[in-house]
T-cell receptor
Framework: AQKITQTQPGMFVQEKEAVTLDCTYD???????LFWYKQPSSGEMIFLIYQGSYDEQNATEGRYSLNFQKARKSANLVISASQLGDSAMYFC???????????????FGKGTHLIIQP | EADIYQTPRYLVIGTGKKITLECSQT?????MYWYQQDPGMELHLIHY???????EKGDLSSESTVSRIRTEHFPLTLESARPSHTSQYLC????????????????FGPGTRLLVL
């Protein structure tokens, strides 16, 4: 089963509008972290925001915020006032606390290709 | 700001050649990782290391090998490249400390795009 699901393969958004990128996750661990990364066409992965499973407040970093709904296992990224430079692939990722073992790294979703239109 | 470097950025090579992808970080991070990403797809963990002389296999089986002789250096080697190895390879690092491992942010290098003919 997919551990990270991003249901939007692509999105077109008008400049200056807010955009929400969906992410749902599946884990039996109580301890886990959720991350969002941005990947421009140049290929590097840029860290945007982090939310821990025990964090009661939604994470915010500048124009980025994370809408964390633990009961729904949802961690949507919200970008306010979108800019042309926000056009990129966006990946949701999870790192589990490994109560059940397994490789110690990030598990990524398939990504959403966001295009900001002028 | 992450200081993690990968060379080469692009590599086109013939089948059967031995290649080494370099990854270095200047942040003193003890944990390092290699991910493989096919075009338009998600990243998959292929190797990771907790520190010097530590190497582990990731979720995705890979014919590549890694070594960790120095904290700052985590090279990946393919003994005999094949067209199926064509992909982007991304190196990352994170700092372990007082936080739990699931809280550690991984910082990525710019990636190496490998094309095997």
């Amino acid at each position: 089963a997919q551990k990270i699901t991003q249901t939007q393969p692509g999105m077109f958004v008008q400049e200056k509008e807010a955009v929400t990128l969906d992410c749902t996750y599946d884990t039996s661990d109580q301890s886990y972290g959720l991350f969002w990364y941005k990947q421009p066409s140049s290929g590097e992965m840029i860290f945007l925001i982090y939310q821990g499973s025990y964090d009661e407040q939604n994470a915010t970093e500048g124009r980025y915020s994370l809408n964390f709904q633990k009961a729904r296992k949802s961690a949507n990224l919200v970008i306010s006032a979108s800019q042309l430079g926000d056009s990129a692939m966006y990946f949701c990722a999870m790192r589990e606390g490994h109560s059940g073992g397994g490789a110690d790294g990030l598990t990524f979703g398939k990504g959403t290709h966001l295009i900001i239109q002028p | 700001e992450a200081d993690i470097y990968q060379t080469p950025r692009y590599l086109v090579i013939g089948t059967g050649k031995k290649i080494t992808l370099e990854c270095s970080q200047t942040m003193g991070h003890d944990k390092m990782y290699w991910y493989q990403q096919d075009p338009g797809m998600e990243l998959h963990l292929i190797h990771y290391s907790y520190g010097v002389n530590s190497t582990e296999k990731g979720d995705l089986s890979s014919e590549s090998t890694v070594s960790r002789i120095r904290t700052e250096h985590f090279p990946l080697t393919l003994e005999s490249a094949r067209p199926s190895h064509t992909s982007q390879y991304l190196c990352a690092s994170s700092e372990s400390g007082t936080t739990a491992s699931y809280q550690e942010t991984q910082y990525f290098g710019p990636g190496t795009r490998l094309l095997v003919l």
